[in-house]
């Protein structure tokens, strides 16, 4: 149970530096916004600095997302299931996402290390934000096997 509460105390932290970069983005946004409406000028950089900046909001906060069950689900159908079966089914489901995430962990990977390119007007390294998807697609498949485990004791009848 140690290491679960280590996981989900790592992924709140985390999150917690993908809000600070959205503050960041906002007052950029802003900052922008406001100096081509009053002064017709904008900031160098700032539309590719906030794509990089949405880039690691959304992979830092994917974890997070699934440890408070954020994510979309649709249960209209396995709400009318026995908690037996529904555990069942969240087991096929987690599985599967399981595969899905370890595939997009090792491509971010082999990709985040090849990258050679820079951005076009500010010249930044791309490769760091290759490499996040296999970092925040690690930190989400920690979480969902938290999850896994969680449904493996609610299909037995001792959840954890």
């Not at 960041?24 to 794509?51: H, Q, W, Y």
């Not at 699934?66 to 087991?91: D, E, M, W, Y």
């Amino acid at each position: 149970m140690k290491l679960k509460h280590l996981i989900q105390r790592v992924n709140y932290y985390v999150c917690r530096v993908g809000v600070c970069l959205l503050l960041l983005l906002m007052l950029l946004t802003t900052g922008d916004v406001l100096g081509r409406k009053f002064f017709a000028k904008t900031i160098p950089g700032a539309f590719e600095l906030s794509e990089y900046i949405l880039v690691v909001f959304i992979l830092l906060g994917a974890a997070y997302t699934q440890q408070v069950k954020g994510h979309v689900g649709i249960n209209f159908l396995t709400s009318r299931l026995s908690p037996r079966v529904q555990a069942l089914c969240n087991i096929v489901t987690l599985i599967l996402s399981l595969f899905i995430i370890s595939i997009l962990i090792w491509q971010g990977w082999v990709e985040g290390i090849r990258e050679r390119t820079v951005s076009e007007m500010l010249r930044i390294p791309q490769y760091p934000f290759r490499l996040l998807v296999a970092i925040g697609g690690f930190l989400l498949w920690l979480e969902l096997l938290i999850d896994l485990l969680d449904s493996f004791g609610k299909f037995r009848g001792r959840p954890l």
